[in-house]
Structures are given as C-alpha cells and as structure tokens.
Nanobody, 126 residues
Framework: QLKLVESGGGLVPAGGSLRLSCAAS????????MGWFRQAPGKEREFVAA????????AYAESVKGRFTVSRGTARNTVYLQMSSLKPEDAAVYYC???????????????????WGQGTQVTVSS
C-alpha cells in the first residue's frame, strides 16, 4: 500500500525559506505525476505546484511562481518543494499527492490526485 510522508515544515520568518519533502513508500511513484497542495484554516485546499513523472513538465500557482520550485529526486520516488521568500499568506498545511493518469502533463485539480500524504505544517511569522 502506498504511503506518502511529507516533512520539512516548520516555523519560519517572513522572507525565509523551507524545503519540503514527500517520500513515497510501499509502491513506486516514479511513473506518476506528483502535486503539492496547501490548506489554510478556514480555506479550501488549493493547488501549489506539480511535476510530471520525468520532471520535464512543472506547473505553479500564480501566487508562488518565482518563489517556489518543485523537483524530484534521482529515483523519482521523492518530491521536493523548495519555498523561498515566504509570506505570511503561505502559511498552511502542505500536502503531496499522486496523479497516476497525468502522463506527460500535470494537472491542477485536486480531483485528479489519488493518494495523499498527511500533510506538514508551514507557519510564517510576520
């Protein structure tokens, strides 16, 4: 059974950086697109970034473009989200998820994603 575990969250001052990791176990995700989503208290879950199986296609929410970078590890079973120039509005629980059917593309709709991690908390102090 596939398990996704996010890590790397924490408390950071505005303008700081964090690197989130998402490690897959139980089944390989090297052929899946992977996405990052976030959910702040009282708000809906929103798309942050996604990367296709090979790493050749990435997508970002407008709110994080130029500040966040999504990547995959060498074996493609780990996905990273490098977050820089963090703002208080970036504070949320961040989730990674698999999209087994995206092919060479990436998708932004949460409904396309099948397996989800438990999330990691990111807090940004102003």
């Amino acid at each position: 059974q596939l398990k996704l575990v996010e890590s790397g969250g924490g408390l950071v001052p505005a303008g700081g950086s964090l690197r989130l990791s998402c490690a897959a176990s139980g089944r390989a995700v090297s052929n899946y697109a992977m996405g990052w989503f976030r959910q702040a208290p009282g708000k809906e879950r929103e798309f942050v970034a996604a990367i296709n199986w090979s790493g050749s296609t990435v997508a970002y929410a407008e709110s994080v473009k130029g500040r966040f970078t999504v990547s995959r590890g060498t074996a493609r079973n780990t996905v990273y989200l490098q977050m820089s120039s963090l703002k208080p509005e970036d504070a949320a629980v961040y989730y990674c998820a698999t999209d087994p059917l995206a092919g060479w593309n990436v998708r932004e709709s949460a409904e396309a994603y099948r397996d989800w991690g438990q999330g990691t908390q990111v807090t940004v102090s102003s």
